[in-house]
C-alpha cells in the first residue's frame, strides 16, 4: 500500500508563508499526478494545485502567482510553497497521490492545518 504523510502546517499571519511537505511510502511503483486539496470549515474539499508526471504544475484560480507545487521524485516528496497567504487560505490541506497501476489508484492523505491569522 501507499501512505501519504503531509507536515509543514501552522498558524502564520496574513502575507506570511509556508511550506508543505507530503512524503510517501510504502508501494511507490506507479504514481502518477500528484495534488493538493484543502477544506475550509463548512465547505467542501477543493482542488489547490495538482502537479504532473512531468512536474507541469496547474492551479486554482484563488491560488495562482502565490502557490507553487513541487514534486521530487528520488525521495518521493509533494511539496506546496504558499506566499503571500491571506486569511481565506485557512483550511486543511490533503495531500492526493494518482496511480497509473493497481487495484487501487486514489490515495489521500489525513491532512494538515494551516492557519493565516488577519
Known amino acids: 500500500q501507499l501512505q501519504l504523510v503531509e507536515s509543514g502546517g501552522g498558524l502564520v499571519q496574513s502575507g506570511g508563508s509556508l511550506t508543505l511537505s507530503c512524503r510517501l511510502s510504502g508501494n511507490t511503483f506507479g504514481i502518477g499526478p500528484m495534488a493538493w486539496y484543502r477544506q475550509a470549515p463548512g465547505k467542501q474539499r477543493e482542488l489547490v494545485a495538482e502537479?504532473?508526471?512531468?512536474?507541469?504544475?496547474t492551479y486554482a484560480n484563488s491560488v495562482k502567482g502565490r502557490f507553487t507545487i513541487s514534486r521530487h521524485n528520488a525521495d518521493n516528496t509533494l511539496y506546496l510553497q504558499m506566499d503571500n497567504l491571506k486569511p481565506e487560505d485557512t483550511a486543511v490541506y490533503y495531500c492526493?497521490?494518482?496511480?497509473?497501476?493497481?487495484?487501487?489508484?486514489?490515495?489521500w492523505g489525513r491532512g494538515t492545518q494551516v492557519t493565516v491569522s488577519s
Open positions: 492526493n497521490a494518482r496511480k497509473w497501476v493497481g487495484p487501487k489508484r486514489d490515495f
Open positions: 502537479i504532473s508526471d512531468e512536474s507541469v504544475g
